[in-house]
């Protein structure tokens, strides 16, 4: 198939994903395992396992026990606040009922798919509020370590769209393009999940980290939050040019000139610049200097 698949790209003929050979997940006999589903939990035990090695090192504004409360109330937030914000924002018919709001059961049926990443953060963010609250943490400090886990998540995420043959691109005449077995155009289309995985996933953990363990931005309250928050817009905003808007809202887009997702990466670009910014301006903790978090 690997061979087929690659003559078919050198050739100029679109790839079939279908040649691909991949599977919706491992099927157990009684019960199929879905990489949709492995993808999360993948992406939240990596997240948590940076996260307790972030703890260990100097300066860490929590401990192993806050780590632990994280891990727990964001694995709530992501799942919960990705879900729900899928159904405010993404899902409906031609009623404008929301259809996931129209039948709450399917809420948490993750191997479905359909996951909204701007429900997630705001999920993330009231289950970060909630533990430095209770733990009388810094909310800012906590943010940055979170903000540097997250982007594991999001490459395991759109690995896992592209494995389920979800949200494919625009069409395309590139040698890579792609043609997926559920669009009923068959047309051959941009690979876009897999930009989403470079950009979004594999781009952000390289910067993440080298500005962690590099540099020594984590003593300067917000800047990793920040950092995070403009590069996943400026990432998803780039992106949605090549990616096919969702059925549903595909008038939206063609009469705003910009997707849904787009829209929605233009108040977080607004607020990761502001965050930048005010670390920047700001002197980093440890420095001597009079400084807030």
């Known amino acids: 198939m690997l061979l087929h698949t690659i003559a078919a790209a050198a050739s100029g003929a679109p790839v079939e994903w279908a040649a691909l050979g991949l599977t919706p997940g491992i099927d157990l006999g009684f019960f199929t395992l879905r990489w949709y589903s492995l993808a999360y939990l993948a992406g939240i035990v990596l997240g948590y396992w940076h ?14 026990r806050h780590a632990d409360d994280l891990f727990f109330y964001c694995t709530l937030g992501i799942i919960l606040g990705g879900r729900l914000g899928y159904a405010t924002f993404y899902t409906g018919g031609d009623t404008g009922t929301p259809s996931l709001w129209a039948h709450p059961g399917e809420l948490l049926s993750l191997w479905h798919g359909g996951m909204s990443f701007h429900g997630g953060v705001i999920g ?32 395991f995420g759109r690995l896992a769209n592209f494995v389920n043959g979800e949200l494919w691109g625009r069409e395309t005449d590139v040698p890579w393009a792609m043609i997926f077995p ?12 897999l930009y989403e995985a470079g950009l979004e996933g594999a781009a952000m953990i390289v910067i993440m980290l080298l500005l962690f363990w590099k540099t020594r931005a984590r003593f300067r309250p917000g800047l990793l939050a920040g950092v995070f928050a403009l590069g996943i817009a400026l990432a998803r905003f780039v992106v949605e040019f090549f990616r096919e808007p969702d059925a549903q809202l595909a008038e939206f887009a063609a009469s705003t000139g910009l997707s849904m997702g787009q829209w929605l990466t233009v108040p977080l670009m607004a607020v990761g610049l502001f965050f930048v910014v005010r670390a920047m301006m700001r ?11």
């Open 51 to 64: 996260l307790t090695r972030m703890v260990k090192a100097p300066g860490a504004p929590l401990a192993q």
């Open 124 to 155: 993330v963010l009231i289950a970060i509020a909630w533990v430095t609250w209770r733990g009388g943490l810094n909310f800012l400090r906590i943010a940055d370590y979170i903000a540097t886990c997250v982007p594991f998540g999001m490459l």
């Open 182 to 193: 559920d669009d009923p155009t068959g047309l051959a289309r941009h690979p876009s999940q």
């Open 283 to 293: 002197p980093p903790l440890g420095s001597g200097r009079p400084a807030t978090a």
